[in-house]
């Protein structure tokens, strides 16, 4: 049932109204085993959901939701590998990626053993480029999801990157961007990974071709050794001259694929047993979505808590902020997966729907954020969740830092629920401002595997109870379309039919 046609929703509303006056300070005053009853530790991850405008009876209501718009039932048709995502007529399973060998039988066990004939040759190629001395530049060349995710965990792991070898991200179709990058190089020290999940995308292709006229214009001659393509499109990467090509499935969403071969990069920088522990700790974390009670399943209870945020108390964006700087490009990562899920404004049937759906995703790490946009979060008119990351142990020996970085992410945290009301005017802090705590005991292969993998279940349970179909982007197309149209005109000078704005601006940049 849609989630607006339910009792729960209508509950929920009710329970909204009387929430107004809620007060985490009150709450933490009348309630001692508060911090307690609302944490809750999953694989490799420890969550403090009790700095957040919720408490049980509100999550009792998200759990009835979630029933009441059959979540559970939409979760184990996904791990079945049925056709969920309806309007691309694909199954959705990224996490068949991340699945022990021979661990399913059935109609799962073909795909599942195809993922293991895939992965092992890929992470032996990643094991022989680690060992090419001469290899010392790994180029991936990609956007979207074919570059966030791996150059997300590069730069997380990167105490486990291998030394002697450099890693570059280049996706956008800028060329300062590619330029800038080869510029450093030199052709028989560099590796170029094209990585597309369709080998269409305009920006990767333009950057590709690009690199192989570079390539060869240094003197390279060897593209096979050179050039690899990480693509479902296995046909059109030989069409471009590439031999070495490591495919996947189009059942693997481009925002979902740093599992699949467009993880090379990352296996090349932590090595096999290392990737095999990436995928292991998100392994984890589908078991933990995929067997836990509702109440006690953090994706479940993350994804709920975002719709109660969304629909019933009306917060329109949550601030992603990971205190730790290998995590930099954690939100930036995060910003696709879930806007580009759940960005939507119809349902799996294609009716438009009468409630809001992806909040707003932003953030930077911690502590510069504190020095950038926190005056915001603390003092503004809009109220922000915020979700803060840590991690318990450091991996550096610089004395104090880590107990300074550990210390301000607790009191930011502590200083947006407390507020300051002996102030008055500009030092005011109204306080009672919500935010939920993940910390990891460490940042490892396999803890960033179980983080990420929580993430996207937490999308896909928002997702679910909204009704949309979290797993196609449709919403992409048509800026792509006039793009095209656009960059034929700025050829050909023509500005017929085009509106007035469009027509001054083609001329302008084409000079006249
Ligand atoms: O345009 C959006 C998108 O399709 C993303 O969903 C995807 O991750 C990205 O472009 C790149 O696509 P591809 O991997 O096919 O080049």
Redesign the pocket.
């Known amino acids: 049932m849609r989630c607006d046609q339910t009792q729960a929703w209508t509950a929920l509303q009710a329970h909204a109204d009387l929430f107004g006056g809620f007060d985490l300070r009150t709450a933490f005053a009348a309630d001692a085993q508060r911090a307690q009853t609302l944490s809750q530790t999953a694989p490799f991850v420890f969550a403090d959901l009790s700095k957040n405008h919720t408490d049980t009876a509100t999550e009792a209501l998200l759990i009835e939701l979630a029933r009441q718009t059959g979540l559970a039932a939409h979760r184990d048709a996904m791990f079945r590998g049925e056709r969920i995502n309806n309007t691309e007529d694909r199954a959705v399973m990224h996490w068949l990626l991340r699945q022990p060998e021979g661990s399913l039988t059935g109609e799962l066990a073909a795909p599942l053993q195809q993922v293991h004939d895939t992965l092992k040759p890929m992470l032996a190629y990643a094991e022989s480029i680690r060992a090419d001395a001469q290899i010392t530049d790994v180029v991936n060349i990609?956007?979207?999801?074919?570059d966030l995710g791996p150059q997300m965990a590069v730069l997380a792991l990167q105490d486990f990157v291998i030394p002697g070898k450099r890693f570059h991200f280049v996706s956008n179709v800028d060329g300062h961007e590619l330029a800038g990058v080869l510029k450093g190089l030199k052709a028989e020290n560099t590796l170029f990974l094209i990585?597309?999940?369709?080998?269409?995308?305009i920006e990767?292709m333009t950057n590709a071709r690009s690199a192989l006229g570079w390539f060869q214009s240094q003197g390279g001659t060897d593209v096979a050794l050179h050039f690899a393509a990480l693509t479902t499109n296995v046909a059109a990467a030989a069409e471009f001259g590439i031999r070495t090509t490591f495919g996947f499935w189009d059942w693997v969403?481009?925002?979902y694929?740093v599992w699949s071969a467009i993880g090379l990069p990352v296996a090349i920088a932590i090595g096999a047993q290392g990737f095999k522990d990436f995928l292991a700790g998100a392994h984890a974390m589908d078991q933990h979505f995929q067997t836990a009670p509702l109440a006690a399943n953090l994706p479940v209870r993350l994804g709920l808590l975002d719709v109660w945020y969304r629909n019933f108390l009306n917060y329109t964006s949550r601030s992603m902020a990971p205190y730790h700087s290998a995590l930099r490009r954690v939100p930036a990562y995060l910003q696709?997966l879930e806007m580009?899920s759940n960005g939507k404004r119809v349902d799996r049937h294609g009716q438009a729907v009468s409630y809001e759906t992806s909040p707003v995703l932003w953030g930077e790490p911690g502590t510069n954020g504190q020095h950038a946009y926190f005056q915001m979060l603390h003092q503004g008119t809009d109220v922000v969740p915020v979700e803060f990351m840590a991690v318990k142990k450091s991996t550096h020996n610089l004395a104090n830092h880590h107990e300074l970085l550990l210390a301000n992410v607790i009191a930011q945290a502590q200083a947006l629920m407390l507020g300051q009301a002996d102030e008055g005017g500009h030092k005011h802090f109204p306080g009672n401002r919500p935010s939920t705590f993940l910390l990891l005991d460490e940042l490892t292969p396999a803890s960033l595997g179980a983080l990420i993998a929580l993430q996207e279940h937490r999308v896909f349970v928002s997702g679910s109870v909204w009704g949309i179909n979290s797993f196609d982007?449709w919403g992409?197309e048509l800026g792509?379309v006039l793009a095209k149209d656009i960059h034929a005109r700025m050829l050909s000078g023509d500005a017929k039919g085009l509106d007035a704005s469009s027509a001054a601006l083609l001329q302008r940049v084409r000079g006249h």
């Open positions: 990609g956007i979207g999801g074919s990585a597309s999940k369709t080998f269409t995308t990767t969403g481009g925002r694929s696709q580009e982007q992409v792509k």
